[in-house]
């Protein structure tokens, strides 16, 4: 996208999306989010289920609702449109069917797990939808229920001895502190405070090219101020950042370890239920380990809130339980 200003003191927006030439005057100098949605508002109005396929009609779902999409989201969407047979791609808006959907979706089953074909469905669905597309959502494979591995305190201690030392025993041991992946990838020395309090307000996360972008958390309950444990607080210090170097590294990591200990391989998001779970034996509220955790809803929890407690006494004891794990 340019934004250039002509000779008048007006100011045009020309934007190329699959070879075609979008443009827009405006008489002052739009921001980089006003340009983008002007033009995703263009392809919409010049667009209409006689001339539009499937694919294009995809590409400018997500160009209008890039402002409110996160970067993972529509890195997620546009494999769903690589992944769109060329066939059904090809079809105009108005020429799809139940029947074609449906066979779309039976394709994309094979060799695809019962969650992944329903958010390629799903993803279909809300396109033709917001064309005004009359189309009945497909069948999809009925969602396998498998009993998630949650390791043992014991084998978290191993795992983390195993790793003692690196930047790697950092990462885990925040992940026993509830942080997400985006979360602890975002972190920087500035959001660790002299009394070792945690700010927790950011994600980074890869885009649909493979670039890294930092974004808000993932709900404003999220956003959270924990407190860590005074050694895991000189690690960070000492080593001079929370993490440096590949995001995809942890994960490989971890299975290596896990390989290498003969421990049942498990996430990394597995450390936010394994922390919740410990946190819940010893007593802590739904409410509680919800606040330290980031959770919009206390779902996640089976027990009912019994009680509460000063929050700022909550953290100074999560810090302490949570530190005995690896003492």
Known sequence: MTIERLP??????????????????????????????????????????????VVDACKAYIASKTNVLSPSTIRMYNGVIRAISSDFGALYLNDVTNARFQAEVNAYSKGHQSKTVSNFARFIGAVLSFYDIEIKQPKVPQTVKKEKYIPTLEEVKRIIA???????????????????????FALTLSDLSDDNNLTINKALVLNDKREKVLKTTKTTDSS???????????????????????????????????????????????????????????????????????????????TVYQHAMNMEEVKESVSADISSIFV
């Open 224 to 302: 959270r101020t924990i407190k860590i444990d005074d050694n895991l607080a000189d690690m960070i210090r000492e080593q001079g950042f929370v993490w440096q170097g590949s995001m995809d590294m942890p994960y490989i990591r971890l299975c290596q370890v896990q390989d290498k200990l003969g421990i049942r391989h498990f996430p990394l998001h597995t450390f936010r239920h394994l922390m919740a779970s410990f946190l819940h034996d010893e007593g802590y509220t739904n409410k509680q380990i919800q606040a330290i955790g980031g959770w919009k809803t206390d779902n996640i929890m089976k």
């Open 162 to 184: 195993e790793v003692s030392g690196t930047k790697y025993e950092v990462f885990y041991r925040l992940a026993m502190y509830g942080l997400r992946r985006s979360e602890t």
């Open 8 to 53: 008048s003191g007006n100011y045009r927006i020309v934007q190329m999306v699959d070879g075609k030439r979008y443009r827009f005057t405006l008489d002052h100098k739009p921001s980089k989010i006003e340009a983008m949605k002007i033009i995703s508002e263009m392809m919409v109005k010049t667009s209409s289920p006689t001339n539009m396929t």
